[in-house]
């Protein structure tokens, strides 16, 4: 008598299954066309880079202190994603400060091209001198 009702019991499971996977079947539409993709409409962080007050030197520290670096000297150049201090760098020596848990590669280059525009290191190109042909 146990053994009729596990395979009852079996049976009917079986066809529970079957009845599940045909009715699935039938919902989901069978396409082999790729999903669209979505564009990633998270819009971009705002990076800002002034030189930092004199009421910013707390955190600047604080940023030398969590690089694990001296404290920068003289003018800073300092760089912001979203109102955070990321990044600063010394218009006196060169040297950079930067979180070490954001990615700070890009700004730390966007910084120094902003500090050789500041001190006026990069050379201006002179107008190219315009060659007329000469008539004999």
């Given at each position: 008598?146990w053994?009729?009702s596990t ?8 066809e ?21 993709v979505?564009?990633?409409l998270r ?14 030197a ?8 969590l ?9 800073v ?6 109102d955070?201090?990321v ?6 020596d060169?040297r950079?400060?930067?979180?070490p ?8 280059a966007?910084?120094?091209v ?19 042909p000469?008539?004999?």
């Amino acid at each position: 008598m146990w053994t009729n009702s596990t395979s009852i019991n079996t049976l009917v499971a079986i066809e529970h299954i079957a009845d599940l996977r045909r009715a699935a079947e039938r919902r989901r539409p069978i396409t082999t066309e790729p999903l669209p993709v979505v564009p990633d409409l998270r819009p971009a962080p705002a990076v800002v880079m002034r030189i930092a007050r004199a009421e910013e030197a707390d955190l600047v520290r604080r940023l030398a202190a969590l690089d694990d670096a001296p404290a920068l000297v003289g003018p800073v150049l300092l760089a912001l994603i979203d109102d955070e201090a990321v990044a600063a760098l010394s218009l006196h020596d060169g040297r950079v400060i930067a979180n070490p848990f954001v990615h700070t590669t890009a700004v730390l280059a966007l910084l120094r091209v902003r500090a050789a525009h500041l001190s006026g290191a990069t050379p201006r190109r002179r107008p190219r001198a315009i060659r007329r042909p000469r008539f004999a």
